[in-house]
């Protein structure tokens, strides 16, 4: 059984960071791509970022571009997203997802490849205050 397990959320003031943590069981990370959505209240979901088979290939909403990393350690099969400079537009819950396939499929969408990922964490909320 697959499971995604979401870590790091919080509530930070604007400015500050926070680091998500989405650790895997049951699925390796390394062959796959994984991304991390995020759902505001009353907003569409947006997808934030997504890295793809072997790290070489990262994407970034323009939003987070410059203030967002994602990362990966494949020896703890565990993705990260650091969120630096955070702004209250950040706050949402945040999901990962992992077995999403190339966006070539999705009309060159990678968000679209992320919306349609097989496996979802159950999120973690992340409040930023002004």
């Known amino acids: 059984q697959v499971q995604l397990v979401e870590s790091g959320g919080g509530s930070v003031q604007a400015g500050g960071s926070l680091r998500l943590s989405c650790a895997a069981s049951?699925?390796?990370?390394?062959?796959?791509?994984m991304g991390w959505i995020r759902q505001a209240p009353g907003k569409e979901r947006e997808g934030v970022a997504a890295?793809?088979?072997?790290?070489?290939?990262?994407y970034y909403a323009d939003s987070v571009k410059g203030r967002f990393t994602i990362s990966q350690d494949n020896g703890r099969n565990t993705r990260y997203l650091q969120m630096n400079s955070l702004k209250p537009e950040d706050t949402a819950i945040y999901y990962c997802v992992a077995q999403c396939y190339s966006p070539v499929y999705y009309g060159g969408s990678w968000s679209g490849s992320l919306f349609a990922a097989k496996y979802w964490g159950q999120g973690t909320q992340v409040t930023v205050s002004s």
């Open positions: 890295i793809y088979a072997g790290g070489d290939n990262t």
């Open positions: 049951g699925y390796s990370y390394s062959s796959g791509c």
